[in-house]
């Protein structure tokens, strides 16, 4: 029989909460109290905590998942980076998003060799109106994180249209990146959303990504993500939930050698194109 | 029952067939087509076959027919100017497709020659006249939503829609000629988004590109942001590359300070099975608005302008301020910097 991994879990979040609220066995996964009998740990806390839970973590061998952004300046990667190589621990992605069932199918078929190469993509994702921080600091991370996911190129110029719209804070950005291959990818980031839409206290978020040969389109309106071929076919696959797929994720890569770019990859990544975006 | 207006068209091609000519047909009792004029002389006689017009490859001869009272023209946006000043010389009003002109300069003259010959220039916005876009406007004068603050809209088209657009095959795909998705489609997008924000824009800021197999260099993607005066925002992605079935050809968004408005062609499109395995969509079910009574009505205004002796309720002067917006975007994307807009122009 395959041997439990235990988990710790950091903080208070969504993930956390489906985890605990689970009520059993995930797979190989054990939830633990104590954070010195775990070999992964989930890490959900605000930005001024995060950065050394993280580092306590790697420096533990741990596997780690950590919602974006990991950090918000290069010193404190670094520091990272360093932590991951002197405890020999590994920092997984943990987008919410590309962990959706949605947006891990997505990404799955713009990764196929049917799709063809990207040709743009274009992610939206809204929130109802009302007070709360900078989108650049609340939306963007996730956004991100799901472009560095399906995109490996380099970003080559950032322009961004921001505005506070509805209250005192900036709650609108639209923001246009461009990669040395010549993808267009189109964000827009809004707390928005009267309160009726399109449930009172959710949010949406909308992809939609073209290819040479298909295209998908991941949206609240389409029930999941939906797949148009070149033939005028589309499918809509039953998936399931974001916490498992990073437990699998966590599963997969506990005691396996690193084959996929690394959460630390593309969390140095983002901090380049968050720079790009800020015009830092 | 007062007499009829005697139209010509001038330009045969697709937008004519598929959209002008029908319209005429369904306001007979008002119009009467005398004369057509193509280069392609097979397609000035065939649109003028159904009414027994006559046909010509000179759009000169048709603004020289005596009963002809007003043009449509329905040519490539760079014939457009020196046929509205022919047309405005000869006394003819206009209705002319968008968009008005390849530049501000171009959209000027045009604009001077009809007011200095007192005929209207009602310019071929089609999307302010669909029923959908009416209601819209009406919903934000009454307040329904508050004061627009961000418009959004997503245009994606299917490939090879029609199948010889954006090929060297068709004038869409010459680069020397065409304007591409900027000209062609998202000068609907920066109309729109002026009209229902109600404000002039400030700066724009974009990214074109060129997606389609076989596009020899014509901008088929346009993604554009626009910064308001008023401190809204508009931004639209148009794209040409879907495939077909693709859903969401239009996708129209306002947000307001006190609600939304949602028009979108995907809520009204398809037809779904639902099976254990998931869902699919066995092939593409077209349920989206058909914008033919959008051409008739656009087609009623200036005949009943010609008629009443009223002005337009869309002045030629708003398609030159669509014009500006969409001729800032492409620059902004060619200089890679956001583009200010000062006095309807580039600043």
């Known amino acids: ?280 | 029952m007062p007499a009829r207006v005697g139209l010509g068209l001038i330009g045969c091609g697709g937008i004519a067939r598929s959209a002008h000519l029908p319209a005429m047909a369904q306001l007979a009792d008002h119009v009467e087509l005398l004369a057509t004029a193509d280069p392609n002389a097979d397609a000035a006689a065939a649109a003028a076959s159904g009414w027994g017009a006559a046909a010509f490859t000179d759009y000169r001869a048709v603004l020289e027919h005596p009963g002809v009272a007003a043009v449509v023209i329905a040519s490539p946006e760079y014939a457009h100017p020196g046929q509205v000043e022919a047309a405005a010389a000869a006394g003819k009003h206009v209705l002319c497709e968008k968009p008005i002109a390849r530049t501000l300069q171009e959209a000027d003259r045009m604009i001077a020659a009809c007011a200095r010959a007192g005929v209207h220039l009602l310019i071929g916005h089609s999307r302010r006249h669909t029923r959908r876009y009416h209601e819209v406007r009406a919903a934000i004068d009454r307040g329904d939503i508050g004061t627009v603050r961000l418009f959004r809209e997503n245009e994606r088209r299917p490939r090879g829609h029609p199948q010889i657009w954006w090929t060297p095959a068709h004038w869409t795909g010459n680069p020397q000629i065409s304007g591409g998705a900027p000209m062609m489609n998202a000068i609907h997008e920066t109309d729109l988004m002026r009209w229902f924000i109600g404000a002039e824009a400030s700066s724009v800021t974009a990214e074109i590109n060129v997606t389609i197999e076989g596009n020899v260099g014509v901008t088929d993607f346009i993604s554009l942001t626009v910064a308001f005066a008023n401190g809204a925002i508009g931004s639209a992605e148009v794209l040409n590359c879907a495939p077909p079935g693709y859903p969401a050809f239009h996708q129209m968004e306002l947000y307001g300070t006190e609600g939304a408005i949602r028009a979108r062609d995907h809520d009204i499109t398809g037809l779904t099975r639902f099976k254990d395995s998931g869902a699919d969509v066995p092939g593409h079910y077209d349920m989206l608005l058909h914008n033919l009574p959008a051409y008739a009505r656009q087609l009623w205004e200036l005949v009943d302008a010609i008629r009443h002796n009223r002005p337009l309720r869309m002045p030629p002067s708003e398609a030159r301020a669509a014009l500006a917006i969409a001729l800032a975007a492409v620059r902004s994307a060619q200089i890679g910097e956001t583009v200010m807009l000062s006095d309807g122009g580039v600043a």
């Open chain 1, 1 to 280: 029989m395959t041997a439990p991994i235990h988990l710790a879990l950091i903080g208070h979040g969504k993930l956390g909460l489906a985890l605990r609220t689970h009520g059993a066995p995930l797979g190989r996964i054990r939830l633990v109290q104590d954070r010195h009998k775990a070999q992964a740990t989930l890490i959900e806390l605000p930005q001024p905590e995060r950065v050394p839970a993280v580092i306590t973590a790697l420096q533990a061998g741990h596997i780690v998942l950590c919602p974006p952004p990991v950090a918000l300046d290069a010193a404190e990667l670094a520091a990272i980076e360093q932590a991951q190589n002197a405890g020999g621990g590994r920092l997984l992605p943990a987008g919410e998003i590309a962990h959706t069932p949605a947006g891990r199918r997505g990404l799955a078929e713009m990764a196929a060799p049917a799709f063809g190469p990207l040709r743009s993509l274009y992610i939206a994702i809204r929130q109802p109106r009302g007070p709360g921080p900078d989108v650049l600091d609340s939306l963007l991370p996730e956004a991100l994180d799901m472009v560095l996911a399906a995109i490996p190129d380099t970003f080559t110029s950032a322009r961004i249209n921001a505005a506070s719209l509805f209250g005192p804070e900036r709650d609108t950005a639209i923001i246009l990146l461009r990669t040395d291959s010549d993808i267009v990818v189109t964000l827009e980031l809004s707390r928005c959303l009267p309160p009726t839409l399109p449930a009172p206290g959710l949010g949406e978020i909308e992809i939609d990504a073209m290819g040479a040969h298909q295209a998908i389109r991941i949206a609240a309106s389409a029930g999941a993500v939906s797949v148009y071929r070149d033939d005028g076919t589309t499918t809509h696959p039953w998936l399931d939930s974001p916490a498992l797929a990073m437990l699998r994720a966590l599963e997969h890569a506990h005691g396996t050698p690193q084959t996929a770019p690394s959460g630390l990859t593309r969390a140095f990544r983002a901090l380049a194109v968050d720079g790009l975006i800020r015009g830092k």
